[in-house]
């Protein structure tokens, strides 16, 4: 079955960076769109930033926009987000999905636009 496996998560302080890795297993990422989400504690799942099957095209929340940045290895099936000056309010559980979407170019930002989700990893901030 296909899997996508998040890991780079952890406690960090603010001000600093980390990188989350989505590996995919029985998918080929290069056939899709793929997106980060994240989850904080008794808060809905939103939208952190997509990439586009093409890899050309990128979309941000704007609370994240000039901090983090996506970008996919097709190569070894791995997508990446890259997490700069981390914030407190960033502290969440980041889920990476991937998504069928037909426009090679279009960088999908609704939950139910993706068709595979990962377990998720935990992203912890302090102040």
């Known amino acids: 079955q296909v899997q996508l496996v998040e890991s780079g998560g952890g406690l960090v302080q603010a001000g600093d960076s980390l990188r989350l890795s989505c590996a995919a297993s029985r998918l080929a990422i290069s056939l899709y769109a793929m997106g980060w989400f994240r989850q904080a504690p008794g808060k809905e799942r939103e939208f952190v930033g997509a990439i586009s099957r093409s890899g050309t095209s990128t979309r941000y929340r704007d609370s994240v926009k000039d901090r983090f940045t996506i970008s996919r290895d097709n190569a070894k099936n791995t997508l990446y987000l890259q997490m700069n000056s981390l914030k407190p309010k960033d502290t969440a559980v980041y889920y990476c999905?991937?998504?069928?979407?037909?426009?090679?170019?279009?960088?999908?930002?609704?939950?139910?636009?993706?068709?595979?989700w990962g377990q998720g990893t935990q992203v912890t901030v302090s102040s």
């Open positions: 999905a991937a998504s069928a979407v037909g426009n090679r170019y279009e960088t999908p930002s609704v939950a139910n636009s993706f068709n595979y």
